[in-house]
């Protein structure tokens, strides 16, 4: 265990930060979701042809990452068994048995699209294939494979409806999660209405980074042929998500220093004291300002396409940074301080344990294992199709 550096008066509850290393990888891989799943919808309802090369993929991202959105919370608990009790014994009142319906039918509505999309291609190769792998995609048919040009036609019809109600349910999703914090009245880094809203845009700017950095890895060290069009689409796209973000997380430190109630002696020293790097170095500074101005150069002004490219890459990965530190700043930083307003205490994760910067880094690979598992039965992007433009 690391040692607690404190400093002023605490009341003994206060003194160890309950909410940890896992706490902050809950909301970060949510945002992802919402973010990967924004992008797909950007092509199937808005009919952004520029996303075609990524649209499949960034619907099974949000996937991926929804299979783990709630791990985080189960290592946290000390009975994880009973993670299930909130569903079966629901209290309306309650805020995670509210975000536990929620959760349920945004998965519902992400796997029925799926399937939908991917359904000429399960067919297609249910009648391809033979033995044991034709017995699999044709259960995954679920046994019918109609695939005239009246069945395909329904089939888009459906995918453009479920994606058209899954904008709407992704928002919810992750505002959902910024509700969690920006309820708590008793806190007041946390209690802001305009939490759900930053927690929301964070979601969507990381999201669409981690989109990009995939699309170019996956190009980067396969045959598939890098779109530098889709590319550029979602540089623009970020861009203008990221400004909006900014603004909504400068308007809340604003609010805080004007308003400037009791309690902001101690948050402002806790920023300054505890968060002085990660807050306004990290987050504010370095990975907010830089990707700002540099992607308003990627987006609008002319440069060949290995350095749009090479500056966009470097953007997104700031800006992958940037919302993690975020969450760090929020979840943790809201524990610094104790209730007297008159103390702060430290928080330093461990590298071992269910809790751990290990167990952390495990757990954010495994999405990727989904999605390399997933390709190995049905392909992430459409080859044929990109062969073709």
């Not at 909130?86 to 805020?95: L, Q, R, W, Y």
């Not at 995670?96 to 291609?121: A, D, K, Q, T």
């Not at 904008?167 to 999660?177: F, M």
Request: proline share 4%.
């Amino acid at each position: 265990m690391h040692d607690i550096v404190t400093s002023g008066f605490l009341f003994p509850n206060d003194l160890h930060a309950h909410w940890s290393l896992m706490i902050v990888l809950y909301p970060y891989i949510t945002g992802l979701v919402a973010g990967a799943f924004i992008v797909s919808s950007l092509y199937h309802v808005f009919g952004i042809k520029e996303l075609k090369p990524v649209a499949r993929f960034s619907l099974v991202a949000a996937f991926a990452f929804l299979m783990f959105a709630c791990t985080p919370l189960l290592f946290h608990l000390g009975h994880p068994e009973r993670a299930l009790n909130i569903m079966f014994t629901p209290k309306f009142t309650s805020a995670m048995s509210g975000f536990g319906y929620i959760y349920n039918f945004y998965l519902l509505i992400v796997l029925l699209e799926i399937w939908f999309v991917y359904r000429p291609e399960i067919i297609r190769r249910a009648r391809e294939t033979q033995g044991p792998l034709k017995a699999l995609y044709w259960c995954l048919a679920l046994g019918s494979l109609n695939d005239d040009e009246a069945s395909l036609g329904l089939d888009r019809k459906i995918i453009s409806v479920l994606a058209a109600v899954g904008i709407p349910s992704a928002c919810i999703l992750h505002g959902y999660v910024g509700f969690l914090f920006g309820s708590l009245k008793s806190n007041p880094w946390w209690s802001s209405p305009l939490m759900p809203v930053i927690f929301l845009l964070s979601a969507i700017v990381s999201g669409i980074s981690i989109l990009i950095v995939c699309y170019w890895l996956v190009c980067r060290f396969s045959d598939l042929k890098l779109d530098t069009g889709c590319l550029t689409a979602m540089f623009k796209y970020l861009w203008g998500f990221f400004i909006l973000d900014v603004s909504m997380e400068g308007l809340e430190l604003l609010t805080h220093i004007y308003e400037a109630h009791e309690e902001w002696h101690i948050v402002s020293l806790m920023l300054s004291e505890r968060l002085g790097f990660s807050f306004y170095t990290l987050q504010l500074g370095i990975c907010s300002v830089i990707p700002l101005i540099a992607l308003g150069f990627v987006v609008l002004k002319k440069m060949q396409d290995a350095t749009r490219i090479r500056l966009g890459l470097i953007c997104s990965v700031l800006i992958l940074v940037q919302v993690l530190a975020m969450r760090w700043n929020v979840i943790v930083g809201g524990q610094l301080f104790s209730k007297s307003l008159r103390g702060l205490t430290s928080y330093t994760p461990t590298i071992l344990g269910r809790e751990g910067l290990l167990a952390a880094l495990v757990l954010f690979m495994m999405p990727f294992v989904v999605m390399y598992v997933f390709n190995l039965i049905l392909p992430l992007f459409n080859k044929e199709a990109e062969s073709q433009q």
